[in-house]
């Protein structure tokens, strides 16, 4: 007979066993994992940071310091850490810049919000203290920065190259934050300043020379050499038409095989064609046109071997197969519209320009197009490299120079760098810890926004406690410009040294950190879906 049990010992009908520890795991191995990844791109942060070099599955290599391409191109399975390559990527469409600070703030925010959860705080206390921890540094920040004028490009420049300094090519950086400035304000609308779009910047990547021989040109550059080998290379005052239609012989709609047996229904097959193509060719000279840019086309050849040796006869350059993708810019830069069919070809659809040429850069052979009668509002830098490695990560670099103007465009106001406005958040953000809950969260975020000063100290082979401590103490007498400067290895005016960046980088950085680890810090369970 089996003994009876207890009613101490039975379970109560209906209720469920709640594991009271697997929150605080999940949410510990939440943390970890996103800390990891934030510990991994640490060392990549400054001008004195390393570089990554990464391997691809396929075998292909680069070599980067850039947060963002970093985390994009790392193999990441934890859905936390997953979360921290979100975050450089919001990072880097927001500002550009600063997507390795954003990762490495949140990382020092995530082991904060680990030490106060050990205190027993509810994490819910947490995230809302974190966020009016991020207002007020945004305050802080706000007052720190100084506004700045469009023309003044100077100013403009010296942001563009502190972006530049923590690069591979930080030695060009001279030459290419004038370009950075010139084509961002080139492209830039007046009284439409917030929609300024990079994708009216067109980034050339060309093998051969070094980043010193990268240009900028007022126009318009194709990729591909000029068709023809009787055709013109260099055409002034030229008449450009933009063309959507073949000229080659058409085709019918399926697939189809025509077996011609008989000599001369053979030579109408050709004399037709001919006349077909001749008569395309006719109307292109008769509108005046002497250069000629095709798009590519699916079906068949945009451009046939017949029409060619015709259109080279009336000196008429050719540029064919132009993508799809860069018509709208093409039509853009020269402010017109593609031609879609040979009736509308003529005189008044053409564009003027005072050059056409075919040039070359290293081993490649480049179409330019200058002097336009009526641009629009865009730009082309063709960007040089030794290598691939190079020259990739010379066009990253470019990327976030081009974007730090666009932030000041877009918001204009700059603040030092150099670690100067955490350490001033960071004492500003201690003094307003005064009691409860909230004073253990400020004090926290404060001592977490210490970490960009430290690894910059870090990673330029300084002593981070004693670099930290005299810059706190510096700004605590008021020095509010007190920076780390690597190149000389000491606490500077940081100002005078022109480290400057927009004020937008780091004011996103702090609110995209921030939401993060918010919302890693409300997961308190992983549940899989069924597929």
Do not use: W
């Amino acid at each position: 007979m089996t003994p009876k049990l207890d009613n101490v010992m039975m379970k109560p009908k209906g209720q469920a066993f709640k594991d009271k520890s697997k929150p605080a795991d999940v949410r510990l191995s939440n943390i970890q994992a996103a800390k990891a990844v934030s510990d991994a791109i640490r060392t990549s942060l400054g001008p004195r940071g390393m570089d990554k070099m990464i391997q691809a599955s396929n075998g292909e290599v680069s070599i980067t310091n850039d947060g963002a391409t970093i985390l994009k191109q790392m193999n990441v399975i934890h859905p936390a850490a997953k979360m921290l390559v979100e975050l450089s990527r919001a990072q880097d469409v927001e500002a550009g810049d600063g997507t390795t600070s954003v990762v490495v703030i949140a990382g020092a925010l995530l082991e904060a919000s680990e030490k106060l959860l050990q205190k027993g705080i509810h994490p819910t206390a947490i995230s809302d203290s974190f966020q009016r921890c991020a207002l007020k540094a945004i305050e802080i920040l706000n007052e720190m920065s100084t506004p700045i004028e469009l023309s003044d490009r100077e100013t403009l420049i010296k942001s563009a190259s502190t972006s530049l300094n923590s690069k591979v090519v930080s030695q060009q950086s001279s030459l290419l934050a004038p370009i950075a400035v010139d084509a961002v304000l080139k492209v830039t609308e007046p009284g439409k300043e917030k929609a300024v779009d990079l994708k009216n910047i067109k980034v050339i990547q060309s093998l051969g020379g070094t980043v010193e021989d990268t240009e900028l040109i007022d126009g318009l550059v194709f990729t591909s050499r000029s068709a023809g080998t009787n055709a013109p290379k260099r055409i002034e005052k030229a008449k450009i038409g933009l063309i959507q239609f073949c000229i080659s012989a058409p085709k019918t709609d399926m697939d189809h095989t025509v077996i011609v047996s008989d000599y001369a229904a053979m030579d109408r097959v050709l004399k037709e064609e001919r006349a077909y193509i001749l008569n395309i060719v006719k109307q292109i000279k008769k509108a005046g046109c002497n250069v000629l840019l095709v798009q590519k086309s699916i079906l068949r050849d945009a451009v046939s071997d017949l029409a060619q040796h015709f259109l080279d006869k009336i000196k008429c350059m050719v540029v064919k197969d132009v993508e799809r993708d860069d018509i709208e810019f093409v039509c853009k830069t020269l402010n017109c519209r593609p031609i879609a069919s040979l009736d509308h070809f003529v005189a008044e659809n053409l564009v003027n320009a005072e050059l056409v040429e075919e040039f070359s850069t290293g081993a490649n052979k480049f179409v330019k197009i200058t002097g336009i009668q009526n641009p629009g509002r865009t730009v082309s830098i063709i960007c040089r490299g030794s290598n691939k490695l190079v020259l990739e990560e010379a066009a990253r670099s470019l990327h976030d120079a081009l974007c730090v103007v666009r932030c000041l465009v877009k918001q204009k106001a700059q603040i030092v760098g150099g670690g100067a406005p955490e350490i001033e958040m960071a004492l500003q953000l201690a003094s307003y810890a005064v009691e409860g809950v909230d004073a253990y969260c400020f004090r926290a975020f404060a001592d977490a926004l210490e970490v960009i000063p430290c690894t910059l100290a870090e990673n330029a082979g300084l002593n981070p406690i004693s670099t930290v401590t005299e810059l706190r103490n510096r700004h605590a007498q008021g020095e509010k410009s007190a920076g780390i400067n690597v190149r000389k290895g000491a606490i500077t005016d940081i100002f005078a040294e022109n480290v400057v960046q927009p004020a937008l980088v780091s004011t996103s950085a702090i609110s995209l950190a921030t939401e993060t680890v918010r919302s890693i810090l409300k997961i308190d369970d992983i549940v899989n879906t069924v597929s």
